[in-house]
């Protein structure tokens, strides 16, 4: 039986991420893989796995951050499920066509393999807009720039 039922607890928020990304973020995650190839390898070739129509819809952590924040702060009196996203979803194609352009490259993508099923990572859930007034700020270009910033200067800090 669900803890909430048994009344150990009053009330529950639970977000769902449709993708985060920045500092700290996993090496086989797809936003550090696009920075390392385009802004420090300098390459434009980039392999997605499947045929590039894949959706994702991730924002970076700061806007992540503040989103929770703004949870904890106002908390909701009832149960309640939020969801994260950028509100900009994009195929992995077009992600991959703007972080190259982001760091003044024009990708070349070679697609392999095949993925199980054509994913969708997005939502229309507006809450975290209407009842938090919550919407990310930090748009792609900002978000990988900063995230590369912080790439340089933890290798740095390594060096």
Do not use: C
Request: glycine share 8%; aromatic share 12%; proline share 4%.
């Amino acid at each position: 039986m669900h803890a909430q039922k048994k009344g150990r607890i009053g009330t529950a928020s639970v977000a769902r991420f449709f993708g985060a990304y920045g500092p700290y973020e996993a090496e086989r995650k797809i936003y550090g893989r696009l920075v390392r190839q385009f802004a420090f390898a300098r390459s434009p070739k980039f392999t997605v796995r499947g045929d590039g129509r894949n959706l994702i819809d991730a924002m970076y952590v700061d806007d992540t951050v503040r989103g929770i924040r703004a949870i904890l702060d106002r908390r909701p009196a009832q149960t309640a499920t939020f969801d994260f996203y950028s509100g900009r979803p994009l195929s992995l194609k077009d992600l991959v066509t703007e972080a190259a352009a982001t760091f003044g490259l024009q990708a070349e993508i070679e697609y392999a393999g095949e993925v199980p099923e054509y994913i969708e990572f997005r939502s229309t859930d507006r809450t975290m807009e209407t009842q938090f007034g919550f919407r990310p700020a930090i748009e792609l270009k900002e978000g990988l720039a900063r995230f590369r910033d912080w790439m340089r200067e933890r290798e740095a800090v390594k060096a």
